[in-house]
């Protein structure tokens, strides 16, 4: 069955440094993969999209690349600050547009 | 504000009753989505409409929920003689099918239903 696995556990990193998330997937393969940011009791904000032709892409501080031969996607954010603590949700996309989530990462930035 | 909407942001219902949400997508938008999300995991997909048309239903979507976009604008769902296990974030999404973006989904803000 399809699984799509980001870090379980929390990351906790300081204000400035980069933060990478990680999101693997199998029996899947996916025509893009987006990265969501959620913040409690919020819907999902969108952040980035990559199509399975493109290796990376970026966003200001955001950068995502996506490798369908490891089926791995990173998601880094630079120079990190308090305000870009969430829960970061990466999705899968095909046929029909519907979205496969995995169960995202909490990210705290602290001072 | 052009976002997607959704109402209501809160409702707590008894087991048994019946419950309704409604969600407005992006006005442009020709695809709506509704997904369901409990705490500690990602959305996971029930339904979506192209137009009026609804395409594709998840096995989640048993025989008590029920969805429409009548004249594919906006969207309800139902869900009929309401469980505990239902108790989760309904979240809806809208995306403009063949746009530069292509398959980029903006949420509403979720509707949190709570079955005591």
């Known amino acids: 069955s399809q699984k799509i696995e980001q870090n379980s556990e929390a990351l906790n990193i300081q204000e400035g440094k980069t933060a990478t998330l990680t999101c693997n997937y199998t029996n899947y393969s996916p025509a893009y993969l987006q990265w969501y940011r959620q913040d409690p009791g919020r819907g999902p904000v969108f952040l980035l999209l990559?199509?399975?032709?493109?290796k990376e892409k970026r966003k200001e501080r955001l950068k995502v690349t996506f490798d369908t031969t490891l089926k791995q996607s990173l998601f880094h954010i630079t120079a990190s600050q308090p305000a870009d603590s969430a829960t970061y949700l990466c999705?899968?996309?095909?046929?029909?547009?519907?979205?496969?989530f995995g169960t995202g990462t909490q990210l705290k930035v602290e001072l | 504000d052009t976002g997607v909407s959704q109402d209501p942001r809160h409702k707590i219902t008894k087991r048994g009753q019946n419950v309704t949400f409604r969600c407005d997508p992006i006005s442009e938008h020709n695809r709506l989505y509704w997904y369901r999300q409990t705490l500690g995991q990602g959305p996971e997909f029930l339904t979506y409409?192209?137009?009026?048309?609804?395409?594709?239903k998840s096995r989640l979507l048993s025989d008590r929920f029920s969805a429409e976009r009548p004249k594919g604008s906006f969207s309800t769902l139902e869900i009929q003689r309401t469980e505990q296990g239902d108790s989760a974030m309904y979240l809806c999404a809208s995306s403009l099918e063949g746009s530069h973006g292509g398959g980029t989904q903006y949420f509403g803000p979720g509707t949190r239903l709570t079955v005591l």
């Open positions: 999705a899968l996309g095909g046929g029909g547009n519907k979205l496969t």
């Open positions: 409409f192209q137009n009026e048309a609804q395409l594709e």
């Open positions: 990559i199509r399975e032709n493109e």
